[in-house]
């Protein structure tokens, strides 16, 4: 298994970025048969599926527009799941949080897109 470090890099940012925004992780890496979501979190009564996305300087494409429509459909099947065992009553939502990395992993820019789909 091929590790990708500046994806590990990202979560990690990006975790420590919502839990610094007063959002509580739920889980992270949660997989099923028809997906898996990078991060979990829950802030007051919504729970937020975020999608991770990290690229390096100069990338040509933005990192979000990587969470094409199919990779959306994986995501909300998965979170689908989620919700039927732990959500209860709270409301959900779907993010993705872009960083930018620099060759040392140092993070440039963060760029939280709420409700991106």
Known sequence: MVINKSGVWGEL??????RDNSYTIITGNYRRRMGEIDI???????ICFVEVKTRGMGAIASPSEAVDISKQ???RATAGL??????????MRFDVI????????????L???????
């Open 98 to 109: 872009e960083l930018i990395l620099d060759e040392n992993f140092n993070k440039l820019s």
């Open 82 to 91: 989620f919700m039927n065992k732990f959500g209860g009553e709270n409301e």
């Open 111 to 117: 760029n939280h897109i709420m409700d991106a789909f």
């Open 73 to 75: 459909s994986k995501i």
């Open 13 to 18: 940012y990006a975790a420590r970025y919502l």
């Open 40 to 46: 979990i979190a829950q802030k007051e009564n919504t």
